[in-house]
């Protein structure tokens, strides 16, 4: 394990002197909001939607935002500065993490209690060149989760163990189908091209709403591609012109095989389609403009 800095209730520390009580209802109950921001040359992509996101969540489990947006901006920006500083690179990955805090074990939501706070950086790792050029393989399996998939919780265990499913069989993803419609990915969002148009899953309590949500529906317009969010049937899925997904550590990659079978149709049939191609170009051109 690195010991980077991080940032721990105030204070600043080496990875390996941060420590929380065994009563946090965090570590007992999962009972808190993450963030996962990218850095792209020491700056922060998309800061003010990702804050905006959290503090979303935090109304959702009533927990009070703890800081102001200033202040987590200058304890991201430390952060960041201290990897860069000590070689781990200059695109990273911020992870924020707020939980209700330390209590004795009840269910019953405490009053009065402070937040616990913990932030720290890591290198990013880019997608591999070969599995950008290729594309991903992914399988999918039923959407087993809790209902409150718009709630970026702590609590992981269903992405997970739906995370390994894709994992067991070296696959990249698992693709997510609750009573056979579309909602995401175990760690990403899941789209689908038909006719040339991007086409995702509405929201709902079942889909986290993703930072390239409306970042695609941007860059969508940018490039004239037709979009749109709507229910999406597993046969739909199935016979898709082009599947991407998104993420924070993916950006916008593209899907080729889902459970064995080939995406698209045609000369593209398993290939990076063209949907794909001017997305992700528009992608690394927003990295330069909406960073801070």
Known sequence: MNDNLCFLNGEFLPLSQAKISVLDRGFIFGD?????TPVYGRRLFRFDEHMARMQRGLDKIRIPNPATRERWLQCCRRLVTALADAGGGEDQVIYLQ??????PRDHVMPKDIVPTVFMMSNPMKPVPADLRHQ???CVSARDFRWARGDIKS???LGAVLAR??????GATETILLREGMLTEASASNVWIVKDGALLGPPRSEHVLEGIRVELLRELCEEVGIAYNLRPIAEADLRSADEVLLSSATKEVLAVTRIDGEAVGHGALRGKPGPVYAKLYEAYQQAKLTMSI
Request: hydrophobic residues 50%; proline residues 0%; without cysteine.
């Open 32 to 36: 808190g909001i993450y963030e996962v």
């Open 98 to 103: 707020v939980t209700r805090g330390v209590a």
């Open 135 to 137: 594309g991903a393989a």
């Open 154 to 156: 702590t609590s992981l």
């Open 164 to 169: 390994q499913i894709s994992a067991d069989v």
